[in-house]
Structure formats: structure tokens, C-alpha cells
């Protein structure tokens, strides 16, 4: 099964209709918030991905977490994507990537920063989004984030939580 | 009507859990909340009962445990201690009033029988699952945004619950990129 068909089968599992659905009459300031939730998912998929090639974490667990990222970020594109927004751009790379990659505890610190961030984000999404259909298939994915930063703080050696 | 205790399989436990979370909604009388209808204050009571049942079920589950299993069975505990906290001050600011808390003893004789640590820590993740779960379900029905949040965050603090039980019973914290709870 192709992973667009893997990540869309479900976000339908989430909600009736998932992404596709929702997003279809999703207001414009639903978008910018969708945009930003996307940015930041992206910029985390870039960040396990360069981790597992310079080998400052995990390998499985940074090839698991990128590939999660890079699922949550195409549920993201298809809710924008049928609100007619196809082509998103190409988020700028996060200029801190490169002293994160340094060594494995500060790509920890800095993966978990992001995560926190990512959450909060999904939070504020939660209680802003004026298209209510959006906010299953979104706390499926912040949920997901949560256990992602459970899952640094361990490669890390720290508490859990 | 209770389920008879008999040792727990991951059946047994999602069907422990089932009973014991309907039994929350469900049997337990329906505290009359004062706030008006559709404030939120009914749903908020109901995720209270779940949380109230996950308090009962780390108290049940911490005698069968030991070493890092039981300081983070503890910690749980008082975090689902803090949500019901939350949702307690988000009922009486709707104007309602919180649904309360069952003895230990009523919780007990809902539970599947739990013979060990690994036991607990099943039974626990089913909890959190079922939790998540309510809380993706409640999002759209809440009406406003501030319980929304509220709800949110609880949520995810469920899903980090959920990865660290998962790392206590020697698996990947975050298994899959959607975490949807069970039904």
C-alpha cells in the first residue's frame, strides 16, 4: 500500500471522511493554521531525517519518527490541498538544524523543543480551528507528537516524562 | 452488574476496560450539573468519570509493581490526579456540578483481574487508549474554545501516558503516526 494511501486510509480511520472532507470547506484562517502546522511537521521530518544520516540518534528511532512526521505532513497537504491550496511551499531550513547535529544530546534538545512546540501548536489548533471536523484527525496527530518527545527523552537517558 | 475477575488477556482487559468505562458513563447517576444545556458541562463530567477511574486503576495496579514500572505508575497517577483537578474546576466554572469519584472498593470489583506487574501495565494502556479516544471524540462537541484547549492538552498528556506504559512493557514508545485511542 502506498503510504499516500496508508496516511489517507487513516485519517479517515480518525474521523468520518477524514482530512478530505474536513478541509473541504475549511475557512481561510483554517488554512493559516493548517500552513503553520505543516511548516513546523516538515521541519521536524527534516530534522530526524538529517539525524539518522549523521548518526546522532537512534538509527531505527530517527527513521521511524522522520517517517511518522512525513506522514503527519501529508495528511496535513491533503486537508490543504482540497481546500484548493495543492502546491504549499517549501519550508526554509531551520538555520539551528545544523548546531543540533552536532552531538546526540543536542539534537535531543533541540528535537524536544520542536516537539513541544509542535504540541502546543496542535493545542492552539484545537482551540482555534472554526472548522470542528478538522479536530479529531488533528489531536490523532498531537497525540502522536507527545509520544514522540517520550520517545527522544528515553534515546536521551531522561525521564519520560 | 460487575465482570467476573478471571486472569487478564488483552481481551479480558479491553473488555474490563469497555465494561468499567460504559459503567462511567452510564450507571453511575448523572450529577446535576446546573449548567445549561450544551454548556459542555455534561461532557466534561464524563471524561471526569474516566479519570476518576484511571486514578482508581493505577492505585489497583501499584501493588503489582515494582522499580521504575511502579515511580512511573505513580507519576501517572497523580498527573490523571491533575486532570481531574482541571476538569472539577471546569464544571463549576460552567456552573455545574462534578461528578464524584466511586470508592476504591467499587472500582476494584470492576476490574479484571490483575496477577501481575505486566497485568497492571495492559490494563493501564487500555485505560489510556480509551481515554484518548474520549477526548478525540469530545474536541468537536466541546463549544468553546478554552475547554477545547483544556481538552487538548489533557489529551496529549494521555498520549505521552500511553508511551511511556508502552516503554515500561519493552516496545516503541510512538508505534504509529496516528494515535486514535480504542473504542
Known sequence: MSPTRRTLLLAAAVAPGGF??????????DVAVLERLLRLERRLEAAYGAAARRGVLDDGLAISLRDQ???????????LADHGLAEPGVPRPDPRLDGALRGRTAFGRYALALEGR????????EAGLRDTRLLRPLGAIMASD???????RQSLGEPLL | MHPVPGPITRRGAVGGAAVLLASCGSDDPRPPTGARAGSGAGLLNSLLALEHTAVAAYGAGARLLRGQAL???RQIEERERGHVRRLEQLIRGLGGTAARSRTPDEYARSFPRLRNGDDALR????????LVRAYLQALPKLPEPELRRAAAEICADEGAHLAALHVMRGRPAAPQPFVTGTL
Open chain 1, 20 to 29: 478530505a472532507t474536513a478541509a473541504a470547506a475549511a475557512p481561510r484562517s
Open chain 1, 69 to 79: 512526521e512525513r506522514e503527519h505532513a501529508r495528511g496535513l497537504e491533503q486537508a
Open chain 1, 118 to 125: 509542535l504540541v502546543r501548536a496542535y493545542v492552539d489548533a
Open chain 1, 146 to 152: 507527545a509520544q514522540h518527545a517520550v520517545a527522544v
Open chain 2, 71 to 73: 515511580r512511573y505508575a
Open chain 2, 123 to 130: 490494563f493501564a494502556e487500555d485505560l489510556e487508549e480509551r
